[in-house]
């Protein structure tokens, strides 16, 4: 029994240290600044190479098994490609345990992340849609200039802030990284 209890005690410190030790600086950079680089900034050029896949065809999915490639709608494509884009990002984001100077990081992480995750589901299913539906090229790149002009723009501040408040954080705590 005292085993047992012993044990018990020595998981329990375990698990509660580890709630208390905070994640390094590298780990929030990779982590926050990192994944950024899957935002797309330009949602004009991706639905015009989602309409050029789909004239040459080569607008497919992955089958069940993983083995083949099948043909697919934009729709379908973006469900698979972009739905659940952000979800784990913003997940490992909510799950860091900074410090005190990293936590206006988090926040702004978080804001990016999420209004970028709801971009993808809400916005690119309706200029997908417009796609498989044969409207015009002139329509579809109307949608997705209005969608820059608008979503973009916010997108861009809420990145901008986050970036702000990332980089001196870094250099502040010796974080290497190259800017491109």
């Not at 004239?55 to 973006?78: F, R, S, Y």
Request: proline fraction near 3%.
């Amino acid at each position: 029994m005292k085993i047992r209890n012993f044990t018990f005690f020595l998981v329990l410190i375990t698990m509660v240290s580890c709630k208390f030790a905070k994640d390094s600086p590298a780990q929030v950079f990779n982590t926050v600044g990192l994944n950024t680089n899957k935002i797309p900034f330009s949602f004009e050029r991706v639905f015009k190479e989602f309409r050029q896949h789909k004239i040459n065809g080569t607008l497919q999915l992955p089958t069940e098994d993983g083995k083949h490639m099948k043909k697919a709608t934009c729709v379908e494509v973006v469900k698979f490609a972009y739905a659940n884009t952000f979800k784990e990002d913003i997940k490992r984001i909510k799950n860091l345990n900074p410090t005190k100077e990293a936590e206006p990081i988090i926040k702004a992480g978080i804001e990016l992340f999420e209004y970028a995750d709801e971009i993808q589901n809400e916005d690119f299913m309706m200029i997908a849609k417009m796609i498989d539906e044969g409207k015009s090229d002139e329509e579809i790149d109307l949608a997705a200039k209005q969608l820059d002009d608008t979503k973009g723009i916010i997108l861009d501040e809420k990145h901008s802030k986050m970036m702000d408040l990332l980089l001196p954080y870094a250099d502040a705590n010796g974080v290497e990284y190259r800017k491109f």
